[in-house]
């Protein structure tokens, strides 16, 4: 953990020079998940041409190495570091919440920076995000990953402890906000998943948000994150339900997240983590 905390302490462009370095080797030369990348790009985007589908893998390779060092160089950031690098468009929609003692579930992709857009919202809004998340098997691995997302005063939330979280927390009457990075595949056995249209294709998705809901009634947001510049990023608040009555079954907040995360994906497709095998069965096969 030292020489991670070393490495943080780098300036930035030294640590874009290695990314560059890594995130070629890593394309070019390893060809880290060539095929799931590829065959995901062009289930999303049937008929592009070769160009741009060489144009989006390439930016996949360079925004995922990015997205690995900037976690890192998280350990040595100050709250002004953070806020001089992703900025918040409209506040307001989270704040009138928060501000109202509600406690809120915030939803968002795996698109450009989402391990600094949960430490956005922790130091910008005041609001530690409690991360739900799926614990490592590698003990090194999951105390680094701990430790960047409990960076200003975050916390993780094991997948398989979410409800017992938010229900221990209400009890409490604490006010609130759990995170759910919800747009990957849930595994085959999974029984509880919802199956939604997700560029065109049948998808399945996490009943989690949808169950949180149905359950708890909270305010749901969509955390949408484009990057500026390199190192630099822009988020808005798009409300998904605002806490009123919610029809059971409906599965509105997945169809508004489903939607919402293709558009941001469309907006800058290198941005997104295509390495994750997203159509990996059908829902006949896992029947």
């Known amino acids: 953990m030292f020489f991670i905390r070393l490495f943080s302490k780098l300036p930035f462009p030294i640590i874009y020079l290695i990314s560059d370095i890594i995130a070629f080797f890593t394309g070019s030369i390893i060809r880290y998940r060539r ?14 041409s070769a160009k741009e589908k060489r144009k ?3 930016g996949f390779y360079r ?32 704040k009138k ?7 809120i579930l915030m939803m968002t992709g795996h698109l450009s920076n989402w391990e600094w857009q949960l430490m956005a919202y922790t130091v910008i809004m005041n609001a530690p995000i409690g991360a739900v998340y799926k614990p490592l098997s590698n003990k090194f691995s999951e105390n680094l990953m701990q430790k960047i997302r409990s960076n200003f ?3 993780v939330v094991p997948m398989e402890k979410t409800m017992r979280e938010i229900l221990v927390k209400h009890k409490r009457g604490e006010v609130f906000t759990i995170g759910m990075v919800a747009d990957q595949s849930p595994p085959g056995y999974d029984k509880k998943q919802i199956w939604l249209d997700f560029f065109g294709k049948e ?9 949180v809901t149905e359950f708890m ?28 009555d919610y029809e059971k079954g409906s599965n509105e907040i997945l169809k508004k997240f489903s939607k919402q995360v293709e558009e ?15 159509w990996k069965y059908t829902r006949e096969e896992v029947a």
């Open 217 to 244: 009634n909270y305010p749901v947001i969509f955390s949408k994150i484009r990057r500026v510049k390199r190192g630099y990023y822009e988020i808005t608040i798009v409300d998904l339900h605002d806490g009123s």
């Open 63 to 94: 925004n995922l190495c990015d997205v690995g060092f900037e976690s890192l160089k998280s350990l040595s950031m100050s709250k002004e570091d953070v806020k001089k690098h992703i900025t918040i468009t409209n506040p307001e929609e989270f």
């Open 264 to 278: 941001n994906i469309k907006e800058q497709p290198s941005n997104w983590l295509w390495s994750h095998k997203r």
């Open 153 to 155: 005063g975050g916390y």
């Open 97 to 103: 919440y928060h501000d109202a003692g509600k406690p």
């Open 56 to 58: 989006i893998i390439r």
């Open 203 to 211: 998808s399945a998705f996490f009943a989690g948000p949808e169950k």
């Open 35 to 48: 095929t799931v990348i590829t065959q995901n790009v062009e289930t999303a985007f049937p008929g592009i």
